[in-house]
């Protein structure tokens, strides 16, 4: 009987756990993990998104983002490291991330998103500036600063 409560007690502490916590101001809406990566989508406007991000591995990512039509602007790659987040604006309909692991050797390789990332879109915010495009707005930052960081850059959720 000991070992029924043990294996009980075992597979809900281990839901428990593998339950996500998203901060408040975040649902998942505007998104959908593919095999080649994660979609961030508008789904009934065009008005701007605020998408936080999370890498919940125990390895540090790159997130990519092949554009369309290259031109000089800055790119989209971004590193995230292991239990940090990042926070990305987005005006496009449609945006897709890809997700790579860098072996020790520096070589590339495409990852699926679903089992790095976990992500969601902000209920509401709004931004001290005109927005005019989308860019990254906190890169690679622990929880705790995720907030404070976006405050110093305009926005508040």
């Known amino acids: 009987m000991k070992k029924f409560y043990f294996m ?14 998203f ?11 593919g ?6 989508y508008a789904q ?19 997130l990519t983002h092949q554009k369309k039509n290259p031109s000089a602007s800055a790119g989209w790659d ?4 292991p239990n940090h987040w990042s926070v ?10 890809q997700c790579h692991f860098q072996s020790k050797t520096g ?9 790095f990332l976990s992500v969601c879109q902000f209920n509401d915010f709004s931004s001290k500036h005109p927005i005019d495009g989308g860019y990254w707005v906190v890169e690679n930052v622990l929880f705790s600063a995720l907030t404070p960081r976006m405050h110093a850059r305009g926005f508040e959720s």
């Not at 901060?23 to 993990?33: K, V």
């Not at 990305?88 to 991330?97: A, E, H, P, Q, W």
């Not at 070589?107 to 089992?115: D, G, I, L, P, T």
């Open 35 to 40: 095999k080649d990566g994660v979609l961030l």
């Open 78 to 81: 971004s590193q995230l490291m």
């Open 88 to 97: 990305i604006l987005l005006t496009d309909r449609n945006f897709d991330l």
């Open 8 to 21: 009980i007690m075992v597979f809900f502490s281990t839901s428990i756990f593998a339950i996500e916590k």
């Open 44 to 62: 009934h406007t065009a008005k701007p998104r605020l998408y936080a991000i999370k890498n919940k591995s125990h390895k540090a990512i790159w």
């Open 23 to 33: 901060p408040t101001f975040c649902q998942i809406s505007g998104i959908h993990f």
């Open 107 to 115: 070589r590339m390789k495409a990852v699926s998103c679903v089992n």
